[in-house]
């Protein structure tokens, strides 16, 4: 019978040694950091829930390449590996691909870097996947066991009428964190991000289908915690409550990322704690540059603020997310911001470099200016290390600067008076019982 190994090397990274040793001693930071690494690939998931009946798999998730990874799938002697990884464990992909290729087995990769530079990524494997793999996969199949696999397969990016699979969620039945799909994309095009446009255009999954890989994930795991694996849940056109009351009648706890806008519908304020939702990530993005195609969603931030208390009074934490070192940065706007976030009234942060990313608008705006660092990699493209030349800093002043920023936002101080504030929004909350995280 034919086999595929699927691999992800997609865990959470930092390049620089000093960052990452302060993140990791950081309370506020080290937890979203563990969550992260936990999620399991849901785009190979997807893909295994594909596989003809007579093709078998197997799944991993190593935290970086190494050799017992390559032996393991070595003598695992496969017809085929898939491997995934985000921009900064690329590299780490090319070598275990390269070396795949030298010991005779195949090899595909995909993801939205390799969607953004195929050309790049096809000197390493034997195959590409550009865009979604779903709509090329069994053809690609078909041409392994063929002896004809291509070196590239384009998808469709209108894939309106495209079934979704169910996921082989089995693959990894010890997981404590599930992912799904509501959604593909966002129907804005903000320019940091690569996810939004680059694999596929903005579609919503049927309902019906969140049900069967809800209760999929129920008959693993008693009471997971779900994350809403959407670029911007609620923004679309559908029946938001007829999705809340599938979520609701799962008994799952979930979170997601949603813009502000979420927290003056009413209708979705009033339904959202007791659907099982625990927290929400606003992208409140920079303080200091409005993004371009942000759309409807870019806003005043006292609007994004009530929006914030709206839903915490309603029982769900909210998540600011910044970005620091867009346009205008300069040692004050970072200070300005440290002190507004210890003093904010978000039940957690999220707090990360711009990056530039390939494939998105910002990348070639920075590119086509010669602002992109030539001496820093794929690698350093981690979201928490620089990889250009800000406008109004040198590199190693927004280097220090977001450090400092760190050290006080997410330290020990900072958690705990974030905690006191989600333990007391989820008292709100009449269908969750107060608890730590």
């Not at 865990?11 to 506020?28: A, I, N, Q």
């Not at 446009?197 to 779900?226: C, D």
């Not at 923004?235 to 599938?246: K, S, Y």
Request: glycine share 8%; net charge negative.
């Amino acid at each position: 019978m034919p086999h595929v190994a699927f691999v992800t090397l997609s865990g959470f990274r930092v390049k620089e040694d000093e960052l990452r040793c302060l993140g990791m001693s950081l309370p506020g930071f080290r937890g979203r950091a563990n969550a992260l690494a936990e999620l399991p690939a849901l785009g190979l998931l997807t893909l295994a829930g594909m596989l003809p009946e007579h093709w078998t798999c197997s799944y991993r998730a190593p935290l970086s390449l190494s050799e017992e990874l390559l032996e393991g799938l070595v003598s695992e002697r496969p017809d085929l590996v898939a491997v995934s990884a985000l921009t900064a464990s690329i590299l780490e992909a090319y070598e275990l691909c390269a070396q795949l290729r030298t010991r005779g087995i195949q090899t595909v990769l995909g993801g939205l870097h390799v969607t953004a530079l195929p050309e790049e990524a096809a000197t390493y494997a034997n195959s590409v996947v550009v865009g979604s793999g779903e709509p090329v996969w069994r053809q690609l199949l078909d041409d392994v066991e063929n002896g004809e696999l291509a070196a590239i397969y384009r998808a469709p990016r209108i894939l309106m009428d495209e079934p979704w699979p169910l996921p082989r969620f089995d693959l990894v039945p010890r997981c404590a964190r599930f992912t799904i799909q509501t959604q593909r994309g966002c129907p804005f095009a903000c320019d940091f991000c690569a996810a939004s446009r680059l694999l596929e255009q903005f579609r919503e999954k049927p309902v019906e289908n969140i049900r069967t890989e809800l209760k999929a994930i129920r008959g693993l795991n008693a009471v997971p915690l779900l994350e809403l694996a959407d670029d911007n849940t609620f923004a679309g056109r559908r029946d938001a409550l007829e999705l809340l009351e599938v979520l609701k009648n799962s008994g799952v706890r979930w979170f997601t990322e949603s813009d502000w806008r979420i927290g003056k519908r009413t209708e979705i304020v009033d339904r959202l704690a007791a659907s099982g939702c625990v927290q929400v990530l606003m992208g409140i993005e920079s303080m200091v540059f409005r993004y371009p195609g942000m759309g409807d969603k870019a806003a005043e931030l006292q609007e994004m603020l009530e929006a914030t208390q709206a839903l915490q009074e309603a029982g769900v934490c909210v998540n600011g997310c910044f970005i620091v070192g867009a346009e205008g940065e300069t040692r004050e706007s970072m200070e300005r911001l440290t002190q507004f976030l210890l003093e904010s009234p978000f039940a957690e942060l999220q707090v990360t470099l711009q990056t530039p990313f390939p494939g998105t608008a910002l990348h070639r705006r920075l590119k086509s200016q010669n602002r992109l660092l030539p001496q820093r990699d794929w690698s350093y493209y981690t979201l928490f290390d620089v990889t250009y030349q800000p406008d109004q800093l040198k590199v190693t002043e927004l280097e220090a600067g977001f450090k400092e920023l760190l050290t006080h936002v997410f330290g020990a101080s900072g958690a705990q008076r974030r905690r006191r504030i989600r333990h007391a929004t989820w008292r709100n909350n009449q269908r969750l019982q107060p608890h730590s995280g």
